[in-house]
């Protein structure tokens, strides 16, 4: 049987996606910095090592 991993979707661009809004960035320790947004989708077999959880959701800058 093969095992599945855990792999993160595309990165989302938050300051990109508030600007299309018309809304201002968010803030942060270092304004040279882009928020993204990193979804991990749990496939069911992992599920019960992350509380049920379908997908992992992180902000992170860089």
Do not use: N
């Amino acid at each position: 049987m093969q095992t599945k991993k855990l792999r993160c979707d595309k990165p989302h661009d938050i300051d990109e996606a508030r600007k299309k809004k018309g809304l201002p960035r968010r803030r942060r320790k270092d304004s040279r910095t882009t928020a993204y947004e990193l979804t991990i989708r749990v496939p069911e077999e992992y599920r019960v090592y992350f509380d049920g959880k379908k997908k992992l959701t992180r902000t992170v800058f860089a």
